[in-house]
Structure formats: structure tokens, C-alpha cells
């Protein structure tokens, strides 16, 4: 099994996904539903036998591919994973699943939704897999462009105008760091894209400290750093639920992803130095996300600012460039995206059943469809980091790691867990307590089939609350190698 | 025997000539007239920098002859362009062939 | 020790495993629910039991590795027992079994029963797993957890808005006061590398790694979630609300288990918070006044749980003043002996709520209350015995808690502890009075003769409160045993000796009750209090010392303001500076559009221009050469 | 194989200009006769462009070169070409009586072009630039049922002339520092090796013509009007054909400049960023699409101009992959908006309505097309200007990378407005389905495919442009 | 004062002086013919030079063929019965402007450029010239009868008046 050319595999999953979509004619809807699940189950799959053949023991990548590509430009074709990038994959599986799931009842141009729905999928693999920064950020930029099309067409409030910014800011994010990575390349003694070799180039103090920021800022406004996040609460709340639960899902990672695998990793040295600011923004995310999504009156803003502030526990965990930090950033990761996914497909069901998502329109919901409001409530409160929930260990590690750094900024944070618990409960009583503030129209629990997908993300959070060593033992040996590597 | 830099200093000066031409005469036909000083005065460099004592004569008159002909081909095809604007516009008033922009 | 260590893990695990199955499978299925949830919890009491009996000294504990970290051996987790957690463990599974009876009465036929068991269970996990735990980090995690099942327990009538309302607020509250023991147990996990709960105190303790001044602040972090818990100082205005849940809930959580984990994690501790003296001055004050305050406030409220609430605070901090004043074994003789009545009384007031389908005392009182027997014999038992009256089981505890005070803590001290001890005498009787004491009998002069079921329920409420109402009559005299359990080296408290301070509370008591005798009691009687004659005093007892009403105005209206302004700054500021920088690069375009103006000859122009300034800048740049 | 194969795509060209004027002698169907006649002619001119390949040649005294570098420009004039001829379709746009003549003057600026792609004398080279020029400059303004197509012919050929009097200037200039009017002269003379003002100045005056047809900036002005004012088939050759040609012209005067030219490498990169700036913002006010492309173009050459600053063999290397790139993207978009245009009048934002509906083939290739315009991948836009701002950044550019980098962002934003238009609003009237015949299909699919496999794998095609690149510099 | 620059003097003057009269009046007809006297001058630079032939062919081309077509199309297209608008001052200030900052810049250039010498080559006639054409300017020459094709086509193309699609040449 391990001759297979796995992690090629794995993007060529979604990406045989697209071409199928593409072949079958727009008329035979469900057939177009089944070829991306059928792509999202081999992605499954293949994410499976990942991770069977993934030996978590060992550091270092795993399942490398290389292979010549544009050599005169130092490009390769050089993929591979490890302990910080596997959860990831496994990650954009799950939600891959569940958001083609949660979308069987599209009915508008659904050939087109799951064509540009397999190519963003194409793209997240293809940046979690790769290690040559020319492929990081084309995959990046792949994973990019088609929200907007997803999003403006497919969308809900004011959805030309998310789908716009969103495009814009992200892409401004990478306006910042081509030339970054450009300018790395060019000062490196070897002339390579190659992520495993620009490593050991050694980047002089002065580059470092010049460039990191570009780094930071440019894949941070992906990660929703502040005061560059405004983008995702707007294109959260005009985008459809899968790709809501997408974006915040698994592409908001790709930006924290980015800040560990290729700016820390290449400039420690920029890190250390710039470990302050970063530290200071990301502690101001955590605050200020939380703040905002107290006083939303709806409830995507309250999914979009949590998810602010959530990113911001990724960053903060990244700064601490500390095992702990790292561990939790990773996990955050992942536990963020499972939750953000299962939130966004917990309020798809029910804007779909009552068409607003206003919380001052809701309420009793609880009653009305008990199964579709747990699953909410399931979320909220993992995102208030109780335990027992996924978020609530990685946050720890997080707080941990910021205390041994930070300890200022560690208080300011654990006491923000207040405000987060705040807006959280305050959704819950709100919307789906109490009685209903307007007649609604009597609707049906949801389905069985629909809740397959949202079960999933739940179990998810769940068993990784009760038994965080799950992902944690393949987190740590690599998170200590990469701090390792920082000294 | 004259000088290069005279030779040199009378052909910039028709071209400077010829450039102001072209950007100040509303009439097309002007500028024309104009942009065919320009290329005088570039043949009266070529001359002039070709006959001197050492350079390749020869080379620079067959450069100019070429020019020669460009000059009339350009006037062939602008002349022809300029009958064509005046019939459909009624002018050649440059400045009022201004309707595009932006 | 291996059998010991499973037994624990049973007690954790049957519960949760029953919380499980309900809560996934049989939502639809309430006896099925009610069965598995009284069976594993059954079994948690039996492990519980076993778990008394066999660990009779020293201690024992079994731990994995549970979660990475940066030293690389990682937090382990696991279960500690010795005879402090093995106690609480029985009197958490006794008490949540009762409970667990007495529901099956008195939430026959509610929609969410199942539901309602689901919760209870994972309650009781969360609750034993506290107990049982090994890890201070573990202890949190458990310790959030039961902060939810309070949470939905609370709100278990989630479509009324008053229990979301108070589901909420108690929610906010306590994780106010959690997130300083978070903090501990960050700071703690830091110096330590681990978070072993022996090992902390070994530390913390003479000899220990712990600077004074590292232990003085791991104390007061942890104290702030101490307080959140248990209700004092000044975030006690959640336990109130919460009384909004139903009233096995409110017995259960509310005053018997879950509000004493922070009286429990005091004792578990108190290795470490010793060797804070000055913390535990401020627990100690913290407490008194805590005591004092809620006694004011029980001695207005009309709602019966309400009065149960405020008691609850109260007795609370008798037992955090009894450990402040460096006493486990008093402190957690009066958590016994608490939990035993605190719970029957709730039971009791549940049977009169359940049948007058009302919580205020008067109202209750016109439904005949008298003839519900069990109930009435609990409610003055249970009284009783919160009075401190000789000898129910209150008088004995109580009496430890202030002898310890009269050794450690000063007369100041004594004389706020005796003057609550009698005000709690006061509200307690008056409580009784007010609710079996004649009021006009309106409503239902002649209740239908009861059905079968009906007559079932009865029998699920009666029996659990009877076996409690015989409790405090007996648990009383364990007095000296828990000591002997608990603090071995330590002098036995002898259990009836009548010397000068159990006069005084005793005279205390009775004067207590006498006076509401007076008000409330005797035929005739005007039925106010002589709180009632201050209208701006019972104001200010009646509105929880105005605290809430603080908060509101500053911590809740600063939130929202700071939530607002968050929000105007995101919108206006960041977000409109990213507009402003769309609509200033489109306005910078049609600028631009115009120097192509449409005029040809300034396009040449522009053209040679460019091409003069080339030529300039060469040759200034490479000089004329 | 005989040395006379490298002249293959000569020799087709006069084949293929015989068939065209063959045609046009025709009496009433000469335009239909022309159009086929120039559809085969393109094919065989392709078919030998590619045939030829690697097949050196020098004749004419050494002032005719056939090498990688020119197989390639002919290659992509073949292309650019043929794609034109059928965006012509029947030369729809054009006055009806230059319909057939339409396919006449296309072939002479391709063979103009193609001339200039070989010839390494400067005269020759010049004379090559006027043949492909004036055949356009007499195309543009015959556009029918569009008055301002006069207006747009008269800005293309006052700016084309006024450009091509600084040409001529230059090469004055050229002619008396070298003594010779060969580039490997012009390029060894002592004054352009020591990099004397006059001598870069000269060399600058003398790229002005081929600047003129890259439209760079500062002679960009006309392309807006041109592109608006002709006729489809002759803006989407102006676009393509024509303008990779050029770029691959300056390429060559690059390398001629050689490598210690700072002051000029500043004046480009500082052309580049005026460019890139100008051609992105004010692209973003406009409705008329083939306007927005023409404005979008201007920015364009400003990211090609962007290698070319870098002086060096990958940035010329670039530059050229760039070039072919642009061909295909931007003949994509033509190819749309030729489609979509009614009576070949030009659509505006408003007739892109409803595209995925009435034409989602059409509205693919426009997707694919603008996202290539903009850089994102997996179209070659990415790796294109992946690989001009490494060329850029090695030699120290940082700013002028940012720089195009942000414009890059800032242009997403146009081109998704068209595509918004494309597949978002919906049309108005509900717009009728647009026929395509297997044609355009075949070509919408080709261009889309070498889009796409430009973009997941360029190598061959940029080994080719080193190459090539390499063969100037030789 | 040698005669040769005797000869360029006055021609040199002819020159710029027709060159202005050819940009500076307002009369078309008087543009071309400054436009004439100008070409006549710089033809007689050419004589000057020792560039007899090409000063003839110069004049021929330029005062024979070019002027004279551009009479014919002021004729076809000059609205003389239109009056002259006005001037307008800031063109004309900066063109001037711009045109003597030209000229300025490539004087500033020119003036001491360090122009290629080589060994000394014999004078020239119209033999030589032939004899260029024929060898190294060979593809030069095919081209410029291409150019000049292409521009007579494109001009009788343009120019046509007629609108079926029929036309013949």
C-alpha cells in the first residue's frame, strides 16, 4: 500500500471530482450529487489510508513525492506530510463530506456549485500536501477564486458584495506574500522553491525581520487576523452552508497553516522577532472577535466574529513558537474547523426551514426541531470551550503555552473566555430557548439522512473532547521537531 | 568641410520643428506635413553621420532611400485615412476627433 | 488496589454511559431512561459504597497519560482515592439516587423525562468524576462539566424564559469565577509540569518548591472559582435564579452536591490553601459576610425555593468558614450533614410546589399543605435541622463548624458566625410557618381523590424523603467518625458537649424561632417580619443587596457598550477603511481615466515628454559620455 | 532535412497571401472565398510553423536568422493568426466591402510580423514593424456602422506614426554610434557596452516603435480606442499576434541593451509600474468589455515590462512564456466576446448577462480567460507572472513585484465583475442561446485546455521560451 | 568661408526656415509649400554632404510625389470655407515648449556622442548603392516594396468610396 503516490492521490480525488461533474450533463442533478460524494468518499478513503500508513512516531515528512517540474525556475513537484499538516487533511476530508452532504438539496445550478465546490477542495489538499512554495501557493489561490463564484451566486445577504471583499482581501493577503516568497527565493544560497531546502538556507537576521511580517500579514488576512478579518464574518454570513463551512472550515486554516509551515519554519528568526506583534494581534483577535459577536444579531455574524476570535487562539498558539502553543494551535485547527462546519450546517438547516437567520426573529427553536438545534448548541458550546469538546483541550495547550510566554496576554485571554461564553450562551437562550418571537411556519425535524453529515462533525468533537490524545500523539512529535528546528 | 555637430544641430532643430507640429496643428494634414520634417531630419542625421571621414557612406544613403519610401508609403496610407475621416466626420480637426476617452 | 480503582471507574463511567444511551437512543423512550439511568447510578452508589468501606485510610490512585505536553510526559489523569473522595463520592451518588427516585415522581409525564435522566446522568459522571479526580486539570474539566449539566438542568424548561434566563446568568457566573481556576491550574501546570493533585499539595506544602507568594496566588486563582461554584462572596446571585429548574434539580445541584464542589475542592486542597494563611483570611471573610448577607436575604424572599437558596449560601459558607479557619473535618461534616437536609427540604418544598403549582410560601399555604404528610414531616425536619436545633443533624455540624471558629479565627469572627446561626434559625422557622400555617383555604378544599399513577408518584416523592427525613436524625453522629476518617491525627470533636457556645447557638436558635413564632406562627399573628417594617431594608435584602443591579449597571452595561463599540469600529472603522480603500481606488481610476482625454496630440505629447525625461535621467545617471 | 524547410512558414505565408488574393478576385463571393482561404492558410501556416522547428537558418547575408527565438514568435503569429481569422468569422464589424480584404491585410501584418521575428538588422527589422503596422492601420478604421471607428484608426496611426518617427530617430542615433545597422553591431559597439547615454537613449527611441505595439505605457494611448473602435477579428490580432510579436521584439532589444544598463532597467521598471497602475484602475470603470480588455492589456505589458527589467535571460525567458500565455488568454476572451456580440457591435458588461445560461461554454472560457488575465491559477496566468516576478525579484525589483502583485489584486476586481455579469445577473430579456458551430466549440475547448495545461504543466513550453531567450542572447 | 559650408548655410536655412513657415502658418496651402522649400533645403544638405544622388532622388520624391499628394488630399478634405478656430494659447506655448525641450534633450545628447569610426571607406555613387542593395540590404529592399505595397492597397481600400462589397481594383 505504501508504493501508492498517496498524497497525489488525495488531490486527484476532488480533482476527478470536478472532471466528473464537468463530463455529466447539467440535467441529472442527482447523479452530479453522487459524483462528489462519490469524489468526497474517496477522499475519505484515501485520507484513511493516510494516515494507516502515516508512522506517527517518526518527525519529519512522510509519503514524500518529488518529482521535476520547471527546474530552471527551482520549481518541484515535492509533497509530503507530517504530524502538522495530517490533522488537516483529515480535517478537509470530514468537511468535504459533510458540506456535499448538507448540500443534497441544492437545486440551483447544482453542476456548476459542485464544480467550483471540487476545485476549492483540490486546492486545500494541494496546500496542506505540498512542500514546494511555488505548489503551496498555487493550490492556495486555487482554493481561493472559486468562493466568489460560490458565494455570489450561491449566496444569501448581500452575497455580491461579501463575495467581493472576500476575494479582494484574500487575494491582497497573497499580493503580500508572492513577493515575500519570491524575495526569499532570490536571497537563499539555493535557488529552490523547495520548502525542506529553503529550511536550511539561513536566512540573514535582517531578511528575516524584513520579511516575515509580508508572510504573517499576507497569509494572516486568510487566517482572519486583525484588523484584516472583516472580510470573513461578511463572506460567512452571504455564503451557502457548505461553503461556509468551507471557508471557516478549512480555509481559514489554510492561512494559519501557512504562517506555521512556511513563514515560521523558513524565518524563525523573524518569528522571535516579530513574536511580540503577532502575539498582541492575535490576543486582540481572541478579544475583540469574542466582543463583537456579543452584541451580532445574526446568527452567521455570531459564527463569523466566534470564528475571528477562535483563529485568533490558532495565532496566539503559533506565536508562543512553544510545544504547547503549537500542539494547540494545530488542534485548534482542527477542532475550529469541525466545529465552525458543524455551526454553519446547524443554522443552513434552519435558514433553510425559516429563511432568517435573525436572532431576534427565532426562538424556541429547541422545541420546534430539537435534533437541528443540538447540533447548534453541540457547537456553541464546544466554541465556548467546555470540556468534554475538542476546543477546550486545544485551548488549554494554547493558554498554557502563552502563559509560559506571555503571561500578560494569557490572562487577558483566559479572562476573554468569559465574553466567549458569553455570546454563546447568549445564541443558545436567545434563539433556541424561550418561546418564538413571531409565528413561524411548522416545520419538520430534520431528516435522518441530513443529520448523517452534522452527526459526523459532532461525534468528531466528542470523541477528540473525551480523548484528545487522539490527534494530539500525532501533533506532538512533529510540533517538537518544528520547535526544535526553531532554536 | 562643415562641421558634424552643425549638421547634427540644424537636424535636431528640424525635428524639434516637426515635433512641435505635430503636437500644436489641428489639421491633420499638418501634422503630416509635420511628421515628415521629423523623418528629414532623422535622414539628415543618417547622412550626416555616414559621411563623415571612416563611416560606411554608402550604408547611410540606402537607409535613407529606404526612409524615403517609408515616408511616402506613411503619406499614402495617412492621406488616404484623412480623405476617409473628412467624409464621414466632415473634418480633420484633430481636436475635434476627440470622442473617445476615458 | 486494583479493585478499589475499578470500582471508581464504574461509579464514572455507569452514569456517563447511561447519560449516553439517553440522550442518543432513547429520547423517546422515558421509563426505558428513567430505568437505565436509576440502574447505573444504582451501581455508582454500590461502587461508592464499596469504595467507603475499603479505602479507610491512607490513599490510592491510578493515572494515564492524557493529554501531551511541552516536558514530554504529558498530564495524567486518572482517579485518587483516599477518604475525603471516597465520602463525597457516597454522599454525591446517595444524594443523586434520591433525587433520582424522587423525580420519577415528580417529573411523571413531562415531555423531556428522558431528556431530564439523560442530563441527570451526565450530571452524576461529571460530578463523581470531580470527586474521583486525580488531576487538578481533571477536576476542572469535571468541574466545567457539571457547570453544564447545571447549565441545562437549569434550563431544562428551556421554552419558559425564565429558566433560559437564569440557565444563562448562572452559566456566566460561575465561568466568571472559572476562569481564575483555570488560571490556577495554568500557572500550577507551568511551575510544575504537571497538575497531580498530591503532588501540588506535597509541593505547596512545608518544604515544598512553592514560594509563598507563587502558592498565595495559585490559592486566590483557585479561590475565585471556589466562589463562582459555591455561590459566595459576590458572585452568589446566580443560585437564586437557578431555582428556576425543576426542584429535584434545584435539591441536587443547587445545594446538596454541586454547589459544595467548591467547598470540596477547599478540602481537597487544603494542603495548599493552609499554606496561603492569607488567602484563607480572605475566604474566611469572604464566607462570614457570605453567611450573614444570605441570611438577610432568605429572611425576606417569598418564593420557598428561594429561601432554600439563600440557605444554601449561607450553609455553604459555613462550611468554607470552617475550612478557612482550618478545619476539613467540620467543614465537611457540615457538607454531609447539609447535603442530607438541604436535599430533603428541597424534596419536601417539591411536593408542596408539585401540588400547589406554585413556589411562593403563601400561596402554598392555601393548598392545604398539611395533608401532604411526607412532606411536612420533611419540611420541619429538614428545618429543623437548618436551624440547628438538638439533635438534628444541623445542630451537630454547625456546632463543629463554630467551635473551630471559636479556636482559630477570633471573636469578631464568632460573633457574625452566631448572629447568622440565629438569623438562619429565624428564616427557617419562618419558612415553616409561613408555609403549613393557615392561610385561608382557597383553591381545591377537596382534591379529587388521586389515581393510581398519581398515587405511584406520591409513593417515588414520599419515600426518598422520609429515608432523608430519618438522615437527619442519624447522620448527625458521624460526626466524630468522618473526623477520625478524614483528619486521623486529629482530636475526635466530642459530639455532645453542652458547653458555652452550644448554649449560645441553641439560645440563638430558639430565639430565633421564637420570634418567628411571633410574626409568623401564632394564631393571629400579622404574618410580616419585622424586616418589614423598614420598606428601604427589606428592599435591599430582598433584591440581593443590590448586587445584581450593580452588575447590571456596570460589569453587564460595560459589556454591552464595549460589545457595541467593538462592533461600531469593526463596521465603520476596519471595515469601512477596506471600503474606502475599494471606492478610493475606483475613484483614483476614473481620475486616471483621464488623461486619456481624447485628445491625440496629447498622447503624443505625453509620449515625448516621457521620452525628454528619459533622456534626462540618462544622462544625469550614467553621465555624458 | 534541407536548410529550405526552416523557411516553411515563409514560404506558406506567400502561399497562403496567393490563395487570399486568389480569392478576392473573385466576384460576388470573394469574402466567403477569402475567409476560407485564410482559415486553410492559417492552418497550413501553423501546421508549417510547427513543422519547422528546430531548424536553424541565416541567409540574406546574415540579416535573416531562423532560431528557437523566432520559430517561436512565428509560431505564436500563427496562432494569434489564426485565432484572429476566426473571430473574423465572415469579418462581421468590418465595412462590408473590406470584408474580404480583411483577411488580406491580417496575413500582411502577420507576415510583416514573422519577418520581424527573424530579421536581425535594424532596417529590416523597422521596415517588417511598418508592413504589420500599416496593415492594421488601414484595417481599424473600417468599422462598420460604428462611427468612431475612424476616430479610433486615426489615434492608432498618429500615435503609431509619431512613435515610428522616434524609431527612426533612434536608429539614426543607432547608425552612428555602431556604424552598422545590425543588432549584434549595434549591440557590440563601444558606446552601448559602455553604456553611454546616447547610445541607451538611442536604443530606447529605437524600442519606442515596438513599445508602441506592446502598448506600454507612455504609448499605450491609442490601444483603448483601437480595441473599442475595430472590428472584432482585427482587435483580438492587434491583441494577440501583434502584440506578442512586439513584446518579443523588445525582448530582443533587451538583449541587446545587455546587462549593465541600470538607468535603463529603471526607466522600464518605472514604465512597468505607471503601466500595471494606470492600466488596472482605469480599467475598472468601464462597460464596454473589449474596452476593459484594452485597458486590462495596457497593465499587461506593464507585468511583461516587469521582466524586462530584469535584464536577464529568465526575465526575457519570461517575458516570451508570458507572451504565448497572453496570446491564448486573451484570444480566449476575444473569441467571447465576439461570440456574444451581436452584428459585431461590442458588447458592453450588460450583454454578458445570463452567459452561463445562454452559452455556458462561452461563459467557461470567459472564466478561464479572466481568471488567467488575473494571474490565478490553475490557468498559466499564475506561473506566467510567477515566473516574471522571480525574474524580477532576482535581480532586486522587490518593489516593483509588490507592486505588481497588488495590481493583480486590484484587477481581480474587474474581471470579477465580468464574470459576474457572466454568470451571476441574469439577462434581461432572457437572452437567447448562443450558436456556436464545432468550430468555435473546438477552439473554446482548445483554448481552455492550453490554458489549463499551461498551467499545470508549462515546462515544455517554458523550456522552449529559455530557449529562445538563450538564442538572443547567444 | 569655404564654399561646401557656404552651401550648407544657406540650405541649412532653407531648411529650417521653410520647416517653420511649413509649421507655423496658418494657410495649408502655405504649409506645403514651406513644407517644399524645407525638403529643397535638406536635399541641399545633402548635396553638401556629398550625397548627390540622394539628394536628387529627395527632392524628387518628396517635392514631386509627396507634396503633391498632400495638396490633392487637402483638396478632397480641407474645409476651406470653415474660419479658423483660434489658437489656443497653452497648446501652443507648450507644445513649443515640449518641442524645444526635445530638442533640447537630444542636442544635449548628440552633441558629443562617441560615434563609431572605422578605416576609411571610398566615396560613393549610385553604383555602390545599387551594389548595397542588392547584397547585405537585400531583405530591406524586399521589404520596403511590400511596405509600399501594402500601403497603396491599403490606401485605395481606405479611401474608397464605394459601400457594396463588390468592388474591384
Partial sequence: ?487 | MVSLNAVLGVATMLFGIGLYGLLQRRSLVAMLISLELMLAAVSMNVIALTSRAGADASMGQVVVLILIGVAAAEAAVALSLFVAIHRSAHTIDVEQLSEMKG | ?625 | MSRAWALLPEASLVLTGLMIFAALMAGEQRAVLARRAARAGSVILLAACVASRGVPLVIFWGTYRVDAFSQLVKLAVAAGFALSVLIARDGEGQRADARGELFFFLLTSASGLMVMASAVEAVALYLALEIASYSLFVLVPLRERFPRGKEAGLKFVVVGLASSALTLYGLSLLVGLAGSTRLAAIAASPALVTGSPVALFGLGLFAAGFLFKLALFPFHFWAPDVYEGASHGVAAFVATASKVAALAIVGRLVAAAGPATASLAMALALAAAIAMTLGNLVAIGQRDVKRMLAWSAVAQAGYIAVGFAAFTAAGIAAALFYGLVYLVMNAAAFLVVARVARDGANPSLDDLRGLHRRAPLLAATLLLALFALAGVPPTAGFVGKWLLFRAAMAQGWWWLVLLGAINSTVSVYYYLIAVKHAYLLPAEDEGAPIALTWVDRAACLALCGALLILGFYPTPVYDWAAGAADALLR | ?169
Fill in chain 3, 1 to 625: 488496589m486494583s479493585g478499589p480503582i475499578q470500582a471508581a471507574l464504574l461509579a464514572q463511567a455507569a452514569p456517563l454511559a447511561a447519560s449516553a444511551a439517553i440522550l442518543l437512543g432513547l429520547r423517546r423512550h422515558p421509563a426505558a431512561a428513567a430505568a437505565v439511568a436509576i440502574a447505573a447510578l444504582g451501581a455508582g452508589f454500590a461502587a461508592s459504597t464499596y469504595l467507603v468501606l475499603a479505602v479507610a485510610n491512607g490513599s490510592a490512585m491510578a493515572q494515564a497519560v492524557w493529554l501531551p505536553m511541552a516536558d514530554g510526559r504529558g498530564l495524567a489523569f486518572g482517579v485518587l482515592l483516599d477518604t475525603l473522595s471516597t465520602t463525597m463520592a457516597l454522599v454525591v451518588s446517595a444524594v443523586t439516587l434520591a433525587v433520582m427516585v424522587y423525580s420519577l415522581g415528580y417529573m411523571a409525564g413531562d415531555p423531556g423525562f428522558a431528556r431530564y435522566y439523560g442530563f441527570l446522568s451526565l450530571f452524576a459522571a461529571a460530578m463523581l468524576g470531580l470527586v474521583l479526580a486525580s488531576n487538578l486539570l481533571q477536576t476542572l474539566v469535571f468541574w466545567e462539566l457539571v457547570g453544564l449539566a447545571s447549565f441545562l438542568l437549569i434550563g431544562f424548561w428551556f421554552d419558559r424564559p425564565g429558566p433560559a434566563a437564569a440557565a444563562r446568568k448562572a452559566f456566566i457566573m460561575t465561568r466568571v469565577g472559572d476562569v481564575g481556576f483555570l488560571l490556577g491550574v495554568l500557572l500550577l501546570i507551568r511551575t510544575l509540569g504537571n497538575a497531580t493533585i498530591p503532588e501540588l499539595v506535597a509541593q505547596a506544602g512545608p518544604g515544598g518548591a512553592f514560594s509563598p507568594r507563587f502558592t498565595a496566588i495559585v490559592a486566590s486563582l483557585l479561590l475565585m472559582g471556589v466562589i463562582g461554584k459555591s455561590a459566595q462572596g459576590p458572585l452568589f446571585t446566580w443560585l437564586p435564579d437557578a431555582m428556576e429548574g425543576p426542584t429535584p434539580v434545584s435539591a441536587l445541584l443547587h445545594s446538596a452536591t454541586m454547589v459544595a464542589a467548591g467547598v470540596y475542592l477547599v478540602a481537597r486542597l487544603h494542603g495548599l490553601f493552609a499554606a496561603a494563611p492569607d488567602v484563607m483570611r480572605v475566604l474566611l471573610w469572604v464566607s462570614l459576610v457570605t453567611a450573614v448577607a444570605a441570611a438577610t436575604m432568605a429572611m425576606v424572599a417569598e418564593d420557598i425555593k428561594r429561601v432554600l437558596a439563600y440557605s444554601s449560601i449561607s450553609q455553604l459558607a459555613y462550611m468554607l468558614m470552617a475550612l478557612a479557619a482550618g478545619s476539613v473535618a467540620a467543614g465537611f461534616f457540615h457538607l454531609v450533614t447539609h447535603a442530607g437536609f438541604k436535599a430533603l427540604l428541597f424534596l419536601s418544598s417539591g411536593i408542596f410546589i408539585h401540588h400547589a403549582h406554585s413556589n411562593a410560601m403563601r400561596e402554598i399555604a392555601a393548598h392545604s399543605p398539611t395533608r401532604q404528610r411526607a412532606a411536612t414531616i420533611g419540611l420541619v425536619s429538614g428545618s429543623l435541622a437548618l436551624a440547628g436545633v438538638i439533635p438534628f443533624s444541623g445542630y451537630f455540624s454547625k456546632e463543629a463548624v463554630l467551635a473551630t471558629l471559636g479556636v482559630h479565627a477570633g471573636a469578631a469572627a464568632l460573633v457574625l458566625a452566631y448572629l447568622g446561626a440565629g438569623l438562619t434559625a429565624y428564616y427557617a422557622a419562618r419558612m415553616v410557618f409561613l408555609t403549613l400555617r393557615g392561610g385561608q383555604q382557597h383553591g381545591s378544599p377537596t382534591a379529587p381523590h388521586p389515581t393510581l399513577a398519581q398515587q405511584a408518584a406520591a409513593t417515588m416523592m414520599g419515600v426518598p424523603v422520609l429515608v432523608l427525613s430519618a438522615l437527619t436524625l442519624i447522620l448527625g453522629w458521624t460526626g466524630s467518625w468522618l473526623a477520625a476518617r478524614l483528619s486521623p491525627g486529629a482530636e475526635p470533636h466530642a459530639a455532645l458537649e453542652l458547653g458555652a457556645g452550644p448554649l449560645t447557638a441553641l439560645a440563638l436558635a430558639g430565639l430565633g424561632i421564637a420570634l418567628a413564632w411571633r410574626e409568623y406562627g401564632a394564631k393571629g399573628a400579622a404574618r410580616t417580619g419585622f424586616v418589614d417594617r423598614f420598606p428601604a431594608l427589606r428592599a435591599f435584602f430582598a433584591d440581593n443587596w443590590y448586587l445584581d443591579r450593580l452588575y447590571g449597571a456596570s460589569v453587564v452595561r460595560a459589556a454591552g457598550w464595549l460589545s457595541r463599540a467593538a462592533r461600531w469600529h469593526d463596521q465603520q472603522v476596519l471595515d469601512g477603511a477596506g471600503d474606502g480603500l475599494a471606492a478610493g481606488t475606483t475613484r483614483g481610476g476614473r481620475m486616471l481615466a483621464r488623461v486619456q482625454g481624447g485628445q491625440v496630440q496629447m498622447y503624443v505629447a505625453i509620449a515625448v515628454a516621457v521620452l525628454v525625461a528619459l533622456a534626462v535621467w540618462l544622462a544625469y545617471a550614467e553621465g555624458l559620455r
Fill in chain 5, 1 to 169: 568661408m569655404n564654399p561646401g559650408t557656404l552651401v550648407f548655410g544657406i540650405s541649412a536655412a532653407t531648411a529650417l526656415v521653410g520647416a517653420l513657415l511649413a509649421v507655423g502658418l496658418r494657410n495649408i496651402f502655405h504649409n506645403i509649400l514651406g513644407f517644399a522649400l524645407a525638403m529643397l533645403g535638406v536635399a541641399g544638405v545633402f548635396l553638401g554632404l556629398g550625397s548627390d544622388f540622394l539628394a536628387a532622388v529627395f527632392v524628387l520624391v518628396y517635392v514631386g510625389a509627396v507634396a503633391i499628394a498632400m495638396v490633392y488630399a487637402v483638396m478632397l478634405s480641407h474645409p476651406l470655407d470653415q474660419p479658423a478656430r483660434p489658437r489656443s494659447a497653452a497648446k501652443v506655448w507648450g507644445a513649443a515648449g515640449l518641442a524645444a525641450g526635445a530638442a533640447a534633450a537630444l542636442w544635449m545628447l548628440v552633441r558629443g556622442a562617441p560615434w563609431a569610426a572605422g578605416p576609411p571607406v571610398e566615396p560613393v555613387g549610385a553604383a555602390g548603392i545599387g551594389a548595397r542593395f542588392l547584397t547585405d540590404y537585400v531583405l530591406a529592399f524586399e521589404l520596403i516594396s511590400v511596405l509600399l505595397l501594402v500601403a497603396m492597397m491599403g490606401a485605395v481600400m481606405v479611401a474608397r468610396q464605394n459601400r457594396e462589397g463588390t468592388g474591384r481594383w
Fill in chain 1, 1 to 487: 500500500m505504501s508504493d501508492l503516490p498517496l498524497l497525489t492521490l488525495l488531490v486527484l480525488c476532488p480533482f476527478a471530482g470536478l472532471v466528473a461533474v464537468l463530463l455529466i450533463p447539467g440535467r441529472y442533478a442527482q447523479a452530479l450529487r453522487i459524483a462528489a460524494a462519490l469524489s468526497a468518499l474517496a477522499s475519505c478513503v484515501v485520507t484513511a489510508l493516510i494516515v494507516r500508513a502515516f508512522d506517527a512516531h517518526a518527525a519529519g515528512y512522510q509519503l514524500v513525492e518529488r518529482g521535476a517540474w520547471l527546474p530552471e525556475a527551482g520549481i518541484g513537484y515535492h509533497v509530503g506530510v507530517d504530524g502538522l499538516s495530517l490533522p488537516l487533511l483529515v480535517l478537509t476530508a470530514i468537511v468535504y463530506l459533510t458540506g456535499v452532504l448538507v448540500m443534497w438539496e441544492l437545486e440551483l445550478r447544482v453542476k456548476e456549485f459542485f464544480a467550483f465546490m471540487t476545485l476549492l477542495v483540490t486546492g486545500v489538499f494541494g496546500v496542506f500536501v505540498s512542500l514546494d512554495l511555488f505548489f503551496f501557493l498555487f493550490y492556495y489561490e486555487v482554493a481561493v477564486l472559486p468562493m466568489y463564484l460560490l458565494i455570489a451566486v450561491w449566496g444569501s445577504t448581500r452575497k455580491e458584495y461579501g463575495a467581493m471583499k472576500l476575494t479582494l482581501y484574500l487575494l491582497a493577503g497573497t499580493a503580500l506574500v508572492v513577493p515575500a516568497v519570491l524575495a526569499l527565493y532570490v536571497t537563499a544560497t539555493v535557488h529552490t522553491f523547495d520548502l525542506t531546502q529553503l529550511a536550511h538556507a539561513g536566512f540573514s537576521p535582517t531578511v528575516q525581520r524584513i520579511v516575515f511580517p509580508f508572510l504573517f500579514l499576507g497569509f494572516g488576512v486568510l487566517a482572519g487576523l486583525w484588523p484584516f478579518h472583516t472580510w470573513s464574518p461578511v463572506g460567512h454570513v452571504a455564503a451557502p452552508t457548505a461553503v461556509s463551512m468551507l471557508h471557516a472550515g478549512v480555509l481559514m486554516k489554510l492561512g494559519a497553516y501557512g504562517i506555521l509551515r512556511v513563514a515560521m519554519t523558513l524565518l524563525p528568526e523573524g518569528a522571535a522577532y516579530w513574536g511580540h506583534t503577532a502575539a498582541l494581534l492575535a490576543t486582540i483577535n481572541i478579544v475583540y472577535g469574542a466582543l463583537v459577536a456579543l452584541s451580532q444579531t445574526d446568527l452567521k455574524f455570531v459564527i463569523g466574529y466566534s470564528s475571528v476570535s477562535h483563529m485568533g487562539i490558532v495565532l496566539l498558539g503559533l506565536a508562543t513558537m512553544s510545544v504547547d502553543g503549537i500542539n494547540g494551535a494545530v488542534m485548534q485547527m482542527f477542532s475550529h474547523g469541525i466545529m465552525t462546519a458543524l455551526f454553519f450546517a446547524a443554522v443552513g438547516f434552519i435558514y433553510d426551514r425559516y429563511h432568517t437567520r435573525e436572532i431576534a426573529r427565532l426562538g424556541g427553536l429547541s422545541r420546534a426541531v430539537p435534533v437541528a438545534s443540538a447540533f447548534f448548541i453541540i457547537a456553541a458550546l464546544t466554541g465556548a470551550g467546555i470540556p468534554g469538546l475538542a476546543s477546550f483541550w486545544a485551548e488549554l495547550l494554547v493558554f498554557l503555552g502563552a502563559l509560559r510566554t506571555w503571561p500578560v496576554l494569557a490572562v487577558i485571554v483566559v479572562g476573554a473566555l468569559i465574553v466567549t461564553l458569553a455570546y454563546s450562551i447568549r445564541v443558545i437562550v436567545l434563539a433556541f430557548f424561550g418561546e418564538p418571537r413571531e409565528p413561524h411556519p411548522v416545520v419538520a425535524d430534520i431528516t435522518p439522512f441530513l443529520s448523517l453529515p452534522r452527526a459526523i462533525l459532532a461525534a468528531v468533537l466528542l470523541v477528540l473532547g473525551f480523548y484528545p490524545r487522539l490527534i494530539l500523539d500525532v501533533i506532538d512529535p512533529a510540533a517538537r521537531a518544528f520547535v526544535e528546528a526553531l532554536r
